[in-house]
């Protein structure tokens, strides 16, 4: 089946040539389509930058003040534009099912072309759980990461990859600076960015995810499903609760090995099927490195002992009910890893509260 989408073209009128640089930069007081007034930039990325705006066409508040937005101006190359593309197909079917709020997803306002970048509008939300964090440990804040709290965030997001993956979608990029606050006092929050995201009938490309919340079958080379998004996600809990990332990326074998070490052993028949296994696994099934000469002599063997996980004690108290959630999100195979609505249903989203 084929569909299209308008793009709107703003332009100056009786006016045509390239523009001065291929970059644009925005300051504060630009006004950008003659209809965003920029108060500030709020941050870059490796294809994109993303400006606080007010919105001068939208409707006043009671105070008198317009609303303001997020403008995400797309890197002026042919690759990053259609990457963005992608992005405003699947940020325009989430907004025509009305219900990016209710599940907890970012809402695109519009989107347009104008001095030779595309550009993507949606709501103004605050920081990231990466940015808020480091936040607090560095301001020496109160814990904001309280095990309810953390729960709550936690349903949040389950709900709405809930969502996504009922769409037939993969988000692919699950991490921690990519959930932003809509309230601090709330604890409410929104799954953004899906510039990485996929359908599930797309031809699968094992360039995906960033690799500290990568998925064990994506770094096999294993076909992958929504699934791939819940083990991200159990890397973002553990992280918000410990402050520390879960899988730390000197290496991919250095990451396999922490995986072990902290989940078990992969079980035998992923290594078997996949693909990129042989790079990281010996035939039997133990994992390797190879090193340079000076290395092997200042190295231990990235090998970890495949002891049975210890047992959670019969009393299931809420501690131990987050560590039984948090494994069970980390569970190395996806066969046995639980889809976001079965997480849902776990005793510890009993103790979500702000």
Known sequence: DLEYFYLPIIFKSHVTGFEPTKDLFLEQGNIVAGQYLVEGELGSAAFSTAYRCTDLNSDQDSDGEHEEVCLKVIKNTKDFFDQSLDEIKILELLRQTGKCNENHLIEMKTFFYHREHLIIVTELLRQNLFEFGKFIIEDNEEPYFTMNRLAYITRQCLTALRFVHNLGLVHSDVKPENILLASYSRAQIKLIDFGSSCYLTDRQSSYIQSRSYRAPEVVLGLPYDGRIDIWSLGCVVA????????????????????????????????????????????????????????????????????????????????????????????????????????????????????
Request: with cysteine.
């Open 239 to 354: 992280e918000m609760y410990t402050g520390e990332v879960t899988f730390q990326n000197d290496s991919i074998v250095s990451m396999l090995s922490r995986i072990e070490a902290i989940c078990g052993a992969f079980p035998y028949h992923m290594i078997v099927q996949g693909r990129q296994s042989e790079n990281f696994f010996t035939k039997r099934g133990l994992l390797f490195e190879s090193l340079s000469e000076e290395e092997e002599t200042n190295n231990d063997s990235h090998h970890s002992d495949k002891g049975e996980q210890n047992t959670l004690s019969k009393d299931l108290t809420r501690q131990a009910m987050f560590v039984d959630f948090v494994r069970k999100l980390l569970t190395i195979d996806p066969e046995v890893r639980p889809t976001a609505g079965q997480a849902l249903e776990h005793p510890w989203m009993k103790y979500a509260s702000a």
